[in-house]
C-alpha cells in the first residue's frame, strides 16, 4: 500500500469543465484515483490455490465519489443468471482500505442488517498504484429521493431502520462518524429482477465530458478518458407517477470513515456541521481544527439530527457551518451552556448576549410541537400532538450537550416512539 502522505495533486487545466458533481481531475494521479472506463469488464487477480476462474464485473454506469473512491454500477458476468448488479467502490491506491475491511468483518455474521454488505473484495494494478475494490449490494439514495417519496413512507419505521442499523454497529464496536442523510441508502431489491438491457434503457445516457488537458500531462495514462457525474439509480424504484414499487426500506452506508472502538488509530471526526456533536463542533470552532475522533456518543446526537430532518422534512440546524452561531443554536436548542464553553462564550459578545435557558429550549420545543402539529393536520396525515410529543421527548434526551448524558442505540430503541 502506498504512503498515506503523497505529494500534492497535481494542477491540471481543461479545455471543458466537467458537471459540479464529478470528483477532482487532479485526483487523477499517483496514489489517487484510478481511472474506469464504462463497458470495461474488471476481473479479479487469478486464484491459483483454489483453482476458480476470476470473478467479472462489467462497468455500466457511475454511481458517486467521494474524497478516496468512485462508485460503479457493475453487472457480475460471473454469475449463472444474468441480472446481478453490484456497486464497485475503487478506492484511491493511498486509502487505508485495511481499516474500512476491518468494519464490515466484524459485521460479517450478524444476520440483523439495516447496513450495506461487502460481497467481495479484491485489489487491482493500475497506473496510478495498486487500488482496493469492494463490490456492494446497490442501494439508492434517501437523500436524492426523499421529496419524491415522502408522501409514501413510513417516517417512524425509517428512523427504526437507522437506529437498528447504528446499533448494529455499536454492538460490535464501531463507531459510524459520518451519519448523514446522504450516507442513507434505499434498498432496492428489485433491482435484480431487472435484465441488463432493460435496466440501461432505463437510465439515462451519461453526460459525458471528454478530459483534454491544456497542456500535455506528464503521465496521459493516469487520466480517465472521460468524466461523468453519477447516474440517478434511485429513479428505478420510482414509476412515472412517483410511487415506488415497494416499501422504501433503508440501510447505512458511507462507511469508508468509521472507526472501532478502542482500536489507537481512529482518525479525526469528519462529521458535517449540520449533524455534528457540540463537542467536536467547539473544537472546530475555537480551534480551527479537529483533533478527537467520532464516538458513538457522538453518533447519537448525529442520528438525533437525522430522524428530526426524516420526520419534519428539515434540518434541526440550517445554514449550519463551524462558526459561533452554530454553537449558540446548539445551547439555545439544549437549554444549557457547557461548562467547559463558559470562558470562551463569556468572552464572545454575540454569544454572551444570548438568552440561554432550560425555559428557553422549552418553549422552542412546544413551538415546533404546536407547528407540526398543525401542518401534518393540514396535510390530512394521521399524526397526533401526542406523537410529537413522544418524539420530540426522544430527540432531547438524545441531544444532551454532555456526551456521557446521552442514551446508547439500545436505549434509544427502548424509547415508547421507537417500540
Not at 258 to 277: E, L, R
Amino acid at each position: 500500500m502506498a504512503a498515506q502522505n503523497s505529494a500534492p495533486p497535481q494542477r491540471l487545466s481543461l479545455y471543458w469543465n466537467g458537471a459540479d458533481d464529478v470528483e477532482q481531475i487532479s485526483r487523477y494521479t499517483s496514489g489517487g484515483y484510478h481511472p474506469i472506463r464504462i463497458g470495461e469488464v474488471i476481473s479479479t487477480p487469478p486464484d491459483t490455490e483454489s483453482g476458480l476462474n476470476p470473478r467479472k464485473y462489467r462497468v455500466l454506469n457511475k454511481l458517486g465519489h467521494g474524497a478516496f473512491s468512485t462508485v460503479w454500477l457493475a453487472s457480475a458476468q460471473h454469475y449463472p443468471a444474468p441480472g446481478r448488479y453490484f456497486a464497485l467502490k475503487f478506492c484511491v491506491a493511498d486509502a487505508d482500505f485495511k481499516r474500512e475491511l476491518d468494519v464490515f468483518r466484524r459485521l460479517l455474521d450478524d444476520k440483523k442488517r439495516c447496513v450495506l454488505r461487502l460481497h467481495d473484495t479484491f485489489t487491482i494494478d493500475g497506473p496510478n498504484g495498486t487500488h482496493a475494490v469492494h463490490a456492494f449490494n446497490v442501494l439508492g439514495s434517501l437523500d436524492t429521493i426523499s421529496q419524491l417519496v415522502r408522501p409514501y413512507w413510513n417516517p417512524r419505521e425509517l428512523c427504526r431502520e437507522v437506529a437498528q442499523g447504528l446499533a448494529l454497529l455499536h454492538r460490535h464496536g464501531v463507531v459510524h462518524g459520518d451519519l448523514h442523510m446522504r450516507n442513507i441508502g434505499v434498498s432496492m431489491p428489485q433491482l435484480d429482477e431487472i435484465t441488463e438491457d432493460d435496466l440501461m434503457d432505463r437510465l439515462y445516457p451519461p453526460e459525458i465530458t471528454i478530459v483534454f488537458p491544456r497542456q500535455i500531462p506528464a503521465r496521459p495514462e493516469s487520466l480517465p478518458f472521460y468524466l461523468v457525474p453519477p447516474t440517478p439509480i434511485s429513479e428505478v424504484l420510482l414509476p412515472k407517477n412517483g410511487k415506488p414499487d415497494i416499501e422504501v426500506h433503508v440501510e447505512l452506508l458511507g462507511l469508508g470513515s468509521a472507526t472501532i472502538v478502542g482500536s489507537g488509530s481512529a482518525p479525526p471526526a469528519c462529521t458535517p456541521a449540520m449533524v455534528c456533536a457540540p463537542e467536536i463542533m467547539f473544537e472546530q470552532v475555537t480551534t480551527s481544527a479537529i483533533t478527537q475522533p467520532a464516538t458513538t456518543a457522538s453518533d447519537i446526537w448525529a442520528l438525533a439530527c437525522l430522524m428530526h430532518e426524516i420526520v419534519f422534512g428539515g434540518d434541526l440546524f440550517y445554514f449550519a457551518s463551524a462558526n459561533d452561531r452554530l454553537l449558540g443554536e446548539m445551547a439555545s436548542t439544549c437549554g444549557q451552556v457547557p461548562s467547559s464553553w463558559r470562558s470562551y462564550w463569556d468572552s464572545n459578545e454575540g454569544l454572551c448576549k444570548l438568552d440561554v435557558s432550560q425555559e428557553g429550549a422549552d418553549k422552542q420545543w412546544q413551538e415546533l410541537i404546536d407547528n407540526s402539529t398543525s401542518e401534518f393536520a393540514r396535510r390530512g396525515a394521521a399524526t397526533t400532538k401526542e406523537d410529537f410529543v413522544i418524539f420530540c421527548d426522544l430527540l432531547r434526551r438524545m441531544l444532551k450537550m454532555d456526551p456521557s448524558a446521552r442514551p446508547s442505540i439500545e436505549e434509544v430503541l427502548a424509547h415508547p416512539w421507537l417500540t
